[in-house]
């Protein structure tokens, strides 16, 4: 089971890794359906910011613009923190590794990021011992980068 320090460092850790999580800002429709989504992500309306996290990952996909659809794809675990709703943020950043340990490696601090809050979902559900294996996941890669 996890020491209250060593939860409160990792959460320390997600916020900072948090900051990896910004793409690259362009002009384009894409980076603007994205700014969209943060901006109805951060008003509470989080259907909203699907939708546009959605939109953006499509055309991100369409064109090519990885940094976009990588971002669109934390984002959405992070509305499902938001909501509350823990099964559904654990399958989003599983999904997010799945797709992103191919274009960044597995020693990325995206990945970090990823791994640090699926432990977070699993500590929030009781589930200490995934929790604890995702927030080592998570320091490991830290602790390289």
Not at 45 to 61: L, S
């Amino acid at each position: 089971m996890l020491s209250e320090t060593r939860k409160l460092i990792v959460v320390a850790m997600m916020v900072s890794l948090a900051a990896c999580q910004t793409a690259k800002v362009s002009n384009d429709e894409i980076s603007q359906s994205h700014r969209s989504g943060i901006l109805k992500m951060q008003s509470g309306d989080y259907d909203k910011a699907q939708e546009h996290f959605h939109k953006a990952i499509e055309m991100g996909n369409q064109r090519g613009n990885q940094d976009l659809v990588i971002s669109s794809h934390g984002q959405l675990g992070l509305i499902a923190i938001h909501q509350g709703d823990y099964n559904l943020e654990v399958k989003q950043f599983n999904l997010a590794v799945e797709r992103d340990l191919k274009v960044l490696g597995e020693n990325h601090r995206t990945i970090a990021f990823y791994y640090a809050n699926i432990g977070v979902a699993y500590g929030r559900q009781g589930a200490w011992d995934s929790a604890e294996g995702y927030f080592t996941k998570a320091l490991e890669i830290e602790n390289k980068s």
